[in-house]
């Protein structure tokens, strides 16, 4: 008696199901590549050029230094230059110490402002130093360059800042900034202009 095998079913032109997880893998770092791209050519595109930073000139009062403790108020006018085109700032901290020797003599803020490119912005930060107590060797070298009338200072500045390119605004990034003034104590004003160092 004839007998008959089975025959399967033909797996001939049956594609497998694709994956929805690989599928949407691709399309989010597909997004992700075209949105580096994109700010990439937006920053190649506006060549962001350094902040330009300078102490313009400076004073003090109530000074008072007795027993390694210092007393006073330093006021300092700092200069912002935004050179850019195109590049806009906000500035929605700041924060900045003057400091000897590494030694934090006082705390100043500012108020937070907004920069348009091409734009020179001025503000004044006042340092208020109250019976400061210092290590007696740093306290030492303090009076001697202040013998000479000139003690070199240091001012850390601290923002927060966000970038404005046309209609875009960045994420907030760290501003730092440093400058070493040369206090004069013989003068009213110390008006020699000091360029600062900047990192963004």
Not at 81 to 95: A, G, H, M, T
Request: some cysteine.
């Amino acid at each position: 008696m004839p007998t008959s095998t089975p025959q399967r079913p033909s797996q001939t032109g049956r594609r497998p199901a694709s994956n929805p997880i690989r599928l949407i893998g691709i399309i989010l770092l597909a997004t992700v590549v075209l949105l580096g791209l994109a700010v990439l050519i937006t920053w190649l595109v506006v060549k962001p050029k350094r902040l330009v930073y300078t102490i313009e000139n400076s004073s003090i009062k109530d000074y008072n230094f007795t027993n390694d403790h210092l007393s006073g108020t330093f006021d300092f006018t700092v200069r912002s230059y935004n050179p850019n085109k195109r590049v806009s700032f906000y500035y929605d901290s700041i924060e900045a110490t003057v400091n000897y020797n590494d030694r934090t003599l006082a705390f100043s803020t500012a108020e937070p402002f907004y920069q348009r490119h091409r734009n020179v912005t001025r503000f004044n930060m006042e340092f208020v130093a109250k019976n400061t107590a210092l290590p007696s060797f740093v306290s030492k070298d303090f009076l001697l360059e202040k013998a000479t009338g000139k003690v070199q200072l240091d001012i850390w500045l601290k923002a927060r800042i966000r970038y404005k390119v046309g209609a875009w605004k960045s994420r907030h990034r760290t501003l730092r900034v440093s400058c070493s003034p040369v206090f004069e104590f013989n003068r009213f004003k110390n008006l020699k202009r000091t360029y600062c160092s900047t990192e963004l």
